[in-house]
């Protein structure tokens, strides 16, 4: 028995010393994609662990919205709840949260295209899109129209700056987006 738990051992600093040499190269060398790497890096490497091109360019969606004749300022509520994470990183839901309102706005603006908004409200992206603003960023608030601005924010590494690149500013009312049958 004695003989089991020491071989049992020195398995598992064995497995551990090579999680930990794979985990180091996978997120300090530089990315190799092929199916070891994506398998361990989305079931074996804790996270997130961002890369480069991901801090470089970031997408946001700016929220308004008018209420008794009066508009709200424009939030950035993805962020708001990222923030929310990284404050109290036990909180995992509030990142969920923020990737699943920038993974609908992405989904609809690609969708938009040149279209005009009579033509679009009908498509199921921009209606998931609309009840996630009314139902979770409203939250109950009577809303006469609402304001959305979808912006990538792009770092510069040499000019040490930041440009921001507006890639929709909608106004709509939300009673007129129809829901698709």
């Known amino acids: 028995m004695d003989q089991l738990k020491k071989r049992l051992t020195l398995a598992a600093i064995v497995l551990l010393a090579v999680h930990l040499s794979i985990a180091g190269c996978l997120t300090i060398g530089t990315p190799t994609r092929n199916t070891f790497t994506l398998f361990y890096n989305r079931y074996l490497l ?16 700016l929220i308004a919205y008018k209420s008794n004749n ?50 679009y409200r009908h498509d199921a992206e921009f209606n998931e899109l ?10 109950g608030i009577s809303v006469d129209s609402i304001h959305l601005v979808y912006v990538f924010k792009k770092y510069d590494g040499t000019m040490k700056q930041v440009h921001v690149d507006t890639m929709l500013n909608l106004y709509y009312n939300p009673l007129q987006v129809v829901t698709p049958e």
Do not use: C
């Not at 804790?46 to 946001?60: A, L, V």
């Not at 709840?81 to 404050?87: A, E, H, L, Q």
């Open 46 to 61: 804790p996270g997130p662990f961002f890369n480069e091109q991901h801090i470089q360019i970031s997408p946001h969606l």
């Open 130 to 139: 609309n009840r996630y603003v009314l139902g979770e960023v409203m939250q």
């Open 70 to 119: 009066a508009w709200s300022s424009l939030t950035d509520y993805g962020a708001e709840k990222f923030s929310t994470y990284v404050k109290s990183p036990w909180r995992y839901a509030a990142l969920k949260e923020s990737d699943y309102l920038r993974n609908i706005m992405r989904r609809s603006y690609n969708n938009i295209g040149d279209r005009t908004f009579q033509e």
